[in-house]
């Protein structure tokens, strides 16, 4: 088992039957090393909301409130709290 991995890249390889994948480990000191391994059965469990894109709302640059995504609205969050507020969800 690794951590503080990121899967840069999966990519089937039809002649040997198998995942290559690329990895990037990076230390705590920041240094960073990229290296590959290969798999049998791949499990794509990387959430929904880890690598999310903002919607193409026109003008939303010039909203005075806060605008957040549900990623940042959870209840240890500190930087968004709805409470006592004028909210709206679109989606
Ligand atoms: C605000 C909020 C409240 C919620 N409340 C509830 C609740 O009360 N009850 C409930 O059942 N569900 C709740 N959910 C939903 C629940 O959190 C998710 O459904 C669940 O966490 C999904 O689990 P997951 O393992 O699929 O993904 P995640 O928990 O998102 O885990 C994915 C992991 O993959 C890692 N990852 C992403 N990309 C890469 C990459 N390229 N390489 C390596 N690692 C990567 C991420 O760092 C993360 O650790 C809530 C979600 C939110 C946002």
């Not at 960073?32 to 999310?52: K, P, Q, V, W, Y």
């Not at 409130?65 to 969050?77: C, D, E, I, L």
């Amino acid at each position: 088992m690794t951590f503080n991995t990121e899967v840069v890249g999966c990519y089937w390889q039809e002649d040997q039957g198998q995942w290559k994948v690329k990895l990037r480990q990076t230390q705590p000191s920041g240094q960073s090393r990229e290296f590959e391994d290969c798999c049998d059965l791949l499990l794509h469990a990387t959430g929904i909301l880890n690598n999310f894109k903002w919607p193409d709302i026109e003008g939303i640059e010039k909203f005075k409130g806060k605008v957040g995504f549900p990623r940042s609205m959870a209840p240890s969050s500190t930087d968004f709290k709805v409470d006592d507020t004028h909210s709206t969800l679109a989606g």
